[in-house]
């Protein structure tokens, strides 16, 4: 079995920043890609970030330029630093992880709790 536990959502102001952060436990062998997925209300499940073990890190255009995904391999924990938010960045932040060439949660399985990020004035 596979753990990931999100945190560090919030209530924020327009124009605030968020760190958010995931830990992977448990069965996480051949550990490769990390990510971060978002859902608001009425919307479907979205990729936000994708950081691969190496190389260039992938993001949503809606969030390029403001979102910075970051991992720490020691502590098997991805992080997502998000700047200059937006009243549509309001949604469940959700993170996922890729074991070999399999993503851990998958589209049509509930993806638990997440983390509310909620943005307004």
């Known amino acids: 079995q596979v753990q990931l536990m999100e945190s560090g959502g919030g209530l924020v102001q327009p124009g605030g920043s968020l760190r958010l952060s995931c830990v992977a436990s448990g069965s996480i062998f051949s550990l490769n890609a990390m990510g971060w997925y978002r859902q608001a209300p009425g919307k479907q499940r979205e990729m936000v970030a994708i950081?691969?073990?190496?190389?260039?890190?992938n993001y949503a255009d809606s969030v390029k330029g403001r979102f910075t995904i970051s991992r720490d391999n020691a502590k098997n924990t991805v992080y997502l630093q998000m700047d200059s938010l937006k009243s549509e960045d309001t949604a469940v932040y959700y993170c996922n992880v890729l074991l070999g060439n399999r993503w851990y949660r998958r589209s049509g399985d509930t993806w638990g709790q997440g983390t509310q990020v909620t943005v307004s004035s």
């Open positions: 950081i691969p073990n190496s190389g260039t890190p």
